[in-house]
């Protein structure tokens, strides 16, 4: 459930209207609802009611600054894979103590950052990397606290790219190898073995490859705890999917995950971490776009909108759906049409969505895409030299800019022209 539905004629986020923050930002725009967030967040709290646990938000699916800061007063930790998401997180006021660090190529000098300003763990995801932060803390006279991502190869049954628990992905250390690794990590100065760490990729719409990979982890626990390792802490990752259309869709429920990982992980009495990103943000966040034409092709019209794939690269990256609705709510039981419905730069990939069934639209009205909080600006570019995309952050009555749209000026002030040209 969230926060954006038509009240009195038109789609409002929370109690202000869409209508009104556009008439402020212009068009495209990134509008969240804070009550959605916390409300999602919540979800996961009561999932995991009774468990010593932390949500550590992922902050790679939304990273503003002031979504961050609203997450981590309500207690949410942070999942971070580089540097600035470490800045991020603690420009929002969340502590190190709440801050995982996960991915593949963490750098030296984003070692060193995270165990200066403080950091709850590492999720280490190789041999070499283990052997850098070995390096890297014993040079600072530290103890780095480190999980090791295993790669527990199962099948998450979700989009190619970003599936990541099979063994031909590039994440973790094989399973099998695992007990070898811990062995050797327990013996490196610098490092302190404290937990085990799985994420099997994103936008999962069923719970038998969480279970069949927490079921691994558990195993897993038990025979490191067997090996001598004092095993305390389990994270599990993130992934849960949400329904992206929603008369098809209906992926499995906060609750139930909570009941599978009691179930699969429950009796080792470990603190558990999980690291939602799109099932807090994604539902919590639109993307409002402004019909600049309407164009009718050969055998086809086009919708031709000022977002475009630079501000939400997801239909094209990923053949992604999202819902595109109309901001003035469209009179019950009105005949719809298709469209295609496209952006304006000069890509045929920048397309949203083909042959899609809209109300009646025309050039200048407001269109909203729905489900576009998570990887939406957080994976925008200026690609066409068109601006970042700015976002909005609503709370009940009010509304803030939480990140403007820079000029042009700004933009192109950020290159500069040598010398000697
Ligand atoms: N933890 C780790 C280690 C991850 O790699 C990810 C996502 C998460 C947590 C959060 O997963 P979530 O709960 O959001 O599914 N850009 C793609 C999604 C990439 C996900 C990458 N990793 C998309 O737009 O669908």
């Keep these: 459930m969230d926060h954006f539905l038509y009240r009195g004629g038109q789609l409002m986020a929370e109690d202000v209207a869409i209508s009104e923050i556009v008439a402020e930002t212009g068009t495209p725009v990134y509008v969240y609802s ?40 309500a ?21 190190g103590e709440r801050i995982v660090f996960s991915g593949v190529g963490k750098t030296r ?7 200066e300003g403080g950091i709850r ?24 606290p480190i999980t090791i991502r295993v790669n527990p190869d199962v099948d998450a049954k979700t989009h190619a790219k970003i599936a990541t628990g099979k063994s ?33 990729g994103s936008q999962l719409t069923e719970l038998a490859p969480f279970e069949a990979a927490f079921t691994k982890v558990a195993e897993l626990t038990e025979s490191l705890r067997a090996d001598g390792h004092d095993i305390r802490r389990l994270d599990l990752g993130g992934g849960l999917g949400i329904p992206y259309e929603r008369i ?62 630079n501000d939400l690269v997801r239909p094209s990256m990923y053949d992604a759906h999202h819902d595109i609705i109309p901001v003035a709510e469209p009179e019950a039981g009105v005949e719809t049409k298709p469209w295609d419905i496209v952006g304006p730069v000069c890509e045929t990939g920048d397309t949203f969505a083909r042959e899609r069934e809209l109300p009646p639209v025309a050039e200048g009205d407001f269109v909203a895409f729905r489900s576009a ?13 068109r601006p970042l995309v700015p976002e909005v952050l609503v709370s009940g009555d009010q509304f803030a800019v939480i990140r403007r749209r820079p000029s042009y000026e700004e933009m192109i002030a950020r290159d500069s022209i040598p010398e000697w040209l």
């Design 34 to 73: 804070a009550a959605t967030l916390l409300r999602h967040l919540k979800l996961f709290e009561d999932a995991l009611d009774g468990l010593p646990h932390l949500v550590c938000f992922a902050v790679k699916s939304l990273g503003n600054v002031a979504v961050l800061k609203l997450l981590g007063e």
């Design 75 to 95: 207690g949410a930790g942070m999942d971070i894979v580089s540097g600035g998401e470490y800045a991020r997180a603690r420009a929002a006021g969340v502590p």
């Design 109 to 115: 000098e984003e070692m060193r950052m995270a165990l």
């Design 121 to 144: 763990q590492f999720n280490v995801e190789s041999e070499p990397e283990l052997h850098a932060l070995s390096d890297v803390a014993s040079s600072l006279g530290k103890a780095a």
């Design 168 to 200: 031909e992905n590039k994440f973790g250390i094989p399973i099998a190898r695992a007990r070898d690794v811990y062995a050797m990590a327990a013996k490196l100065p610098g490092i302190e073995v404290i937990g085990v760490d799985v994420h099997i």
């Design 248 to 309: 098809n869709e209906a992926p499995p429920l906060p609750f139930d995950y909570g009941a599978l990982i009691r179930r699969t992980v429950g009796h080792l009495g470990c603190e558990i971490e999980i690291e939602p990103g799109r099932l807090v943000a994604g539902n919590a966040g639109l993307l409002v776009s402004r019909v600049t034409y309407a164009k009718s092709g050969e055998g086809r019209d086009f919708l031709i909108l000022d977002a475009a794939m």
């Design 373 to 385: 909080g998570a990887y939406g600006a957080v994976m925008a570019s200026e690609y066409n030299a």
